[in-house]
């Protein structure tokens, strides 16, 4: 998918916990995650597990990129 597509389906409107938090499957710990991760539709390591500011369990995002220079 395309990011310009991608962004279309993020609801900014929402608060911040619900979009970081509650719309997203929780793992109770982070081999859970990773496991998931590794086994399920996206299998390239673009997802990475991550402890949640909100919840403290563990939810599965986008690797960040790192930008030469900076």
């Known amino acids: 998918m395309a990011l310009s597509t991608y962004r279309l389906f993020i609801n900014r409107d929402l608060p911040i916990r619900e979009r970081a938090c509650e719309s997203k499957a ?3 710990s982070r081999r859970d995650a990773r ?6 539709r996206r299998q390239d390591g673009s997802l990475a597990p991550y402890r949640c500011r909100f919840c403290s369990l563990w939810h599965l995002g986008h690797r960040r990129r790192h930008v030469q220079g900076r």
Do not use: L
Request: aromatic residues 12%.
């Open 26 to 28: 929780v793992y109770v």
């Open 35 to 40: 496991s998931h991760a590794r086994h399920g």
